[in-house]
Every structure is written in C-alpha cells, then in structure tokens.
C-alpha cells in the first residue's frame, strides 16, 4: 500500500486518528517538565495536533518547531494555538527538511513511515540533531498486523535501525504510559554520536 500525503489528510478530515489521545503523553510531559535549558532548538516532526509544541512552547521553550506537511494538522493546530508563532510552524516534508536541532521528540511518527524508509528516517533524524543532541520519544513495542499505519516494531528492530548513528541513554517499557498503551510503549533518549 502506497501512503501518502492524500492518506493522511483524509484521516484528519474524517478524524481517524486513533493515535492522537487529546494530550501530551505522559511520559512525555514528565521528561519536558525537567528540562532546563529554555533555550534549547527542539524540533517536532509530524507534530499533528502539536499538544506537545504548545505544552514545550507554554513552559517557556521559545525555540520549538512544529512540522508538519498536513494542511488539516497544521489549520487544526493553528486554531488551537493561535498565540503560537507562525515562524516556528514548518509546513514541509520532513525528509526535506534542513536545519539543526538540540533535540527532536517522536510521538508516533516513527509508527507513520513505512518500513522500508525507516533507515533513512533514522539517518534523518540524526542529520538533523547537532553533536550531543538527543533524539527522545516514545515507540510501540508491539507489531501491528497491518499493511497500513500504524507499523510498529520490537525493541531489537528499533536497536538495529540506530546501532551505529546513535549512544543508547535510556531505552526501556515507560513505566507511567497512558492505560490502553501501558506495557507497550518504550520511552528512549538517544544521543547523537
């Protein structure tokens, strides 16, 4: 199945989208609420309803970044957050985009790539981290019997991906996810190397 751009703006006009809870995650929020440095360039690719650019953006991290390439996400989040600002909202392909971040949050867009762009996503992902910075998030450690997203994974799938681009700092079960995710969900921080 090919998806594509079209595939997921339908979802978002007909609100099919199961993954979005309505909220940061929790796991999420924790590891926000202890970062320091509100100076930091955070990106968010397929940030969607971006409730954690708003919540990052709301603490006082002037520097976050909301991508997107959905016209239906982007209207949605810009509706919700109209204090928001415009020049840190990036209406583009992820795979397309340049520039240099301290830090990069998955909430599930991992799980949107087809697998076979999956090491290309991983190479991306630290392409666009500076040295040092960390790629942080939450991943399914669960396989989906689907020929659609979401496309989950294992553990040991995700750990082969990244050998070689990034340094393991924490890859375990989130011990505080949400009741339907919990035991199912890894929260990992991944530091560029």
């Known amino acids: 199945m090919n998806i594509d751009k079209d595939y997921w703006e339908e ?7 199961g993954w979005d809870i309505g909220y940061v995650s929790t796991p999420l929020k924790e590891y926000f609420n202890q970062l320091r440095d ?10 969607g309803n971006g409730y954690e650019a708003a919540y990052l953006y709301n603490l006082g991290f002037s520097n976050v970044f909301y991508l997107d390439y959905l016209p239906e996400a982007i209207k949605s989040f810009k509706k919700n957050n109209p204090y928001f600002p415009e020049n840190r909202i990036l209406k583009e392909d992820f795979f397309e985009h340049k520039g ?5 949050i998955e909430l599930a867009f991992f799980t949107s790539i087809m697998p076979e762009k999956r090491g290309e996503l991983a190479k991306k992902m630290r392409d666009l981290l500076k040295t040092g910075g960390k790629y942080v998030g939450l991943f399914f450690n669960h396989e989906f019997k689907l020929n659609h997203p979401p496309y989950g994974a294992m553990k040991e799938t995700y750990l082969e991906l990244i050998k070689d681009l990034f340094e393991v700092k924490i890859f375990e079960t989130a011990y505080n996810s949400i009741k339907p995710r919990n035991g199912r969900e890894l929260f990992f921080i991944f530091k560029k190397i």
């Open 11 to 17: 979802r978002y006009k007909n609100g099919s989208i």
């Open 38 to 47: 509100r100076n930091m360039k955070i990106l968010i690719p397929g940030a």
């Open 100 to 104: 240099k971040y301290d830090l990069i």
